[in-house]
């Protein structure tokens, strides 16, 4: 896996300072030496030479993105394959996409002596011009302004898909989870992201009741993976607490007070284009568990 496409060569100077890292949806510290911040200079120019991923950050890489054999991995700016070959040594398919004729040749090489060539491929070919829609994993060592040239596309891909990217983030989309590995002297930070479904709107279900059937209205917004919204039952607006969306599943509860008692909903769902299908336990309690489908309005 390498850095590449069209920016600057990043040198990294080592200090020590406190940095929060990304976890679970909270910022979390974490004493470090820290990477310094990208120059104007280094940001200016239009070619990178080829620096290879440490294999300690591959492995975590990997390991971040609980790759198995059921995955098909996307490296993009695979370099001499070194991602994508230990993908494929875990049982999963791999797909490397590079612009180096060299290195290319050099990956495909590295296939066989691995042997795993039955299981990888490396396209010479332009990442932005790649179709990563078959993959359920993509690997990136990208600058930063690359990373947010390609977050429009990844953010269409189908939701679920897990993206590891490694040392610069995507900016206003955080992380689902940062990691710190130290090699040597050096820190090099992970990211993992889960594509979100697109759940803003309104969504409409009927749910049975003792005395008949309620209406439920539900009104979400969402910033990437963050969601919040409101529930409406009938007559009642009752804010969403612990609004969680990961891939394609949405989960959040409900608490009000309805004749001096504390009634709690707990709702999960799955997304499926214009419809989310799931269960409401009412109460925390599964024995009155029932299902719902809500209708994008």
Known sequence: MRLKRIFGFLVLCVGVSSVFIWREGQLAPVSQAEPAPLSEEVLAQKDVPYVPT???VVTKMLQLGSVTKDDVV???GSGDGRLVIEAAKLGAKGVGVELN???VVESRENAISAGVRDRVRFIEQDLF???LTPATVITLYLLPKVNLQLRPTL???KPGTRLVSHQFDMREWKPDQTELVQVGSRPHLVYYWVVPAQVS???EWNMP???GEERYKLQLTQEFQRVKGTLSIGDRVIKLTDAKLTGDRLSF?????VNGTKVTMQFDGKIQEDAIAGSVDLGGNEAQRRDWVAKRQ
Not at 253 to 257: M, N
């Open 201 to 203: 709107g309104t969504w």
């Open 209 to 211: 009741t003792a005395s």
């Open 101 to 103: 004729t060299r290195l």
């Open 74 to 76: 996307y490296d993009l």
């Open 253 to 257: 509860k409900t608490v009000e007070s």
């Open 155 to 157: 953010l269409q891909l």
């Open 129 to 131: 011009k790649t179709d």
């Open 54 to 56: 440490p294999k300690e």
